[in-house]
């Protein structure tokens, strides 16, 4: 699979992106594809088929037959396949979305996170430079809204200081810096999108959107008694994935280097987002209790159809997250959706 190199060095339109397996690198794959460019997408050795999200891109003539889609063995943990991959394939962008992306997960793989998701970014930087390519290469860090974590004001925009809350934001903090050190330093063209918490169909099952979603399915299918769930009341500015890979390719489309907030400017809790998907099933929701001992009831029957599991708390939380996009809507004309659609699309 790595000796697939790019069979068209010259030209503007190559791309290579890290995590385009994940959730936003499959319908990054997909845009970019459209658009008519190579793309060269890192692929992480599993044990299990871990290539779902992109599988069906095989089936696109462009893919299939027009060469327009290479995977290439690596790992962000690995300098050596980095530089190998880009001296290879000479990306014109690179998209580095490639992380250990669960904020509850981080708390038991600090270190394991911190390698991924800090020394990760400093490491395909560095492969940038090695490779001579650092005029050429522009880079897209994939920076997050966790940065703002207990958050100093509201909504949060590019000025807002940073206040992480958890391994996975403290490792991503490295990665924002390290993006504008190198930007500074060395005159490359990296930028930051910091990108508030967007959601598909194809997000991981164990993100709270589609946990609720699948949760609410099941239930209504019998295969399921209750959803149990940790915080209710956190606050969340949810977009849909497919919107936020378009700003991430408008943010290298403009003349110069700059950071973007992405986000939808509209918070919900999680309590809402259950209520809302229950709705979609034409069940209502009743709360009783509170703290860890509350519960959610069907409003006609009062089955049990929502419990609280202190283990789905983080030991630090992020309560409220409300993005302020109005650079990114007024530089990049960039225009998101709004939460209903979300919710059919989840
Ligand atoms: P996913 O968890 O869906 O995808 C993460 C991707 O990174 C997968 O392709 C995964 O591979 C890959 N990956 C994990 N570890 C490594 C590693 N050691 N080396 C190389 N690749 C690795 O995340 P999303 O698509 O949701 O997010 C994309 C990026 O954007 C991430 O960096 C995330 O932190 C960030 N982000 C996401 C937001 C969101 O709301 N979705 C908001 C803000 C930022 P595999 O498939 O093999 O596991
Ligand atoms: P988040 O997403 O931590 O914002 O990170 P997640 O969906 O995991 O949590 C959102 C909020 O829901 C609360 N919550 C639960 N979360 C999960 N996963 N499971 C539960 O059972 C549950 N119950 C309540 C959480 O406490 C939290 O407050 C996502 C990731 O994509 C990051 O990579 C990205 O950087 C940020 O979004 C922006």
């Not at 044990?47 to 891109?57: A, C, P």
């Amino acid at each position: 699979m790595s000796g697939e190199g790019s069979s068209s060095t010259n030209n503007n339109k190559v791309a290579l992106i890290t995590g385009i397996t994940g959730q936003d690198g499959s319908y990054l794959a997909e845009f970019l594809i459209d658009k008519g460019y190579e793309v060269h997408g890192v692929l992480r050795r599993s044990s299990s088929f871990n290539t779902g999200r992109i599988q069906h891109l095989y089936g696109k003539p462009a893919c299939h037959t027009g060469g327009r889609m290479h995977l290439h063995y690596g790992d962000l943990t690995d300098t050596t396949c980095l530089i190998s991959i880009i001296s290879k394939t000479r990306p014109k962008e690179i998209y580095n979305l490639g992380a250990q992306s669960h904020v509850k997960v981080s708390f038991e793989l600090s270190e394991y996170t911190a390698q991924v998701d800090a020394l990760g970014t400093l490491r395909l930087l560095e492969a940038v430079r090695v490779a001579g390519l650092e005029k050429d290469t522009k880079i897209y860090q994939a920076s997050t809204s966790e940065l703002y974590g207990k958050v100093v004001e509201v909504p949060q925009n590019e000025n807002t200081p940073f206040y992480p809350r958890s391994p996975y934001a403290c490792a991503k903090l490295y990665g924002y810096w390290i993006v504008v050190n190198y930007r500074e330093a060395y005159n490359m063209f990296v930028c930051n999108g910091v990108l508030f918490n967007h959601e598909s169909p194809r997000r991981g099952e164990n993100f709270v959107t589609r946990k609720i979603t699948r949760g609410v399915a099941k239930i209504t299918l019998g295969l399921m008694s209750y959803l149990e769930l940790g915080n209710l009341d956190s606050k969340r500015d949810w977009g849909h994935a497919k919107d936020f890979v378009e700003a991430m390719w408008l943010i290298l489309q403009q003349d110069e280097p700059e950071d973007f907030v992405v986000a939808t400017g509209e918070a919900h809790s999680v309590r809402e987002f259950v209520e809302k998907a229950f709705a979609c099933v034409g069940r209502g929701v009743v709360w009783k209790g509170r703290g860890v001992d509350e519960t959610g009831h069907d409003a006609d029957t009062d089955q049990m159809l929502v419990k609280v599991n202190p283990k789905y708390f983080r030991p630090t939380e992020v309560d409220l997250l409300l993005g302020d996009p109005a650079k990114a809507k007024q530089k990049l004309g960039w225009v998101p959706r709004g939460f209903v659609q979300i919710l059919w699309l989840c």
